[in-house]
């Protein structure tokens, strides 16, 4: 339990994470990949509209990165594959 916080810990003050969930779609600059220090977050995020990444210094509009995000996550399932037929 310990642990496992403090490898949280360690990974949130580095900026930097592997993998992007969906649940970071908010927070993931959609520029350089990365949950930036200044990026929305929590509860105090919900009210920020515009914010600019401190890694890489763009500027985003929150639901457009969020929604870039989203379709980048979507772009990567489906170059993994997917194996359900998308015509109808
Ligand atoms: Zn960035």
């Known amino acids: ?9 360690s990974i ?3 900026g930097v994470f592997v993998e992007v969930n969906e ?10 990949g990365l949950i930036s220090q200044s ?3 929590g509860r105090a995020g919900l009210r920020i509209r515009e914010w600019t990444c401190a890694e890489c210094g763009t500027t985003h509009d929150r639901d457009i990165n969020s929604a870039k995000n989203i ?3 979507g772009h990567k399932r489906l170059a993994v594959g997917i194996t359900r037929s998308l015509g109808g």
Request: hydrophobic share 25%; with cysteine.
């Open 12 to 14: 949130a003050t580095q």
């Open 71 to 73: 379709l980048a996550l």
């Open 23 to 32: 649940s970071y779609t908010t927070q993931t600059c959609s520029c350089c």
């Open 39 to 41: 990026s929305p977050k």
């Open 1 to 9: 339990m310990i642990k496992t916080q403090l490898e949280y810990k």
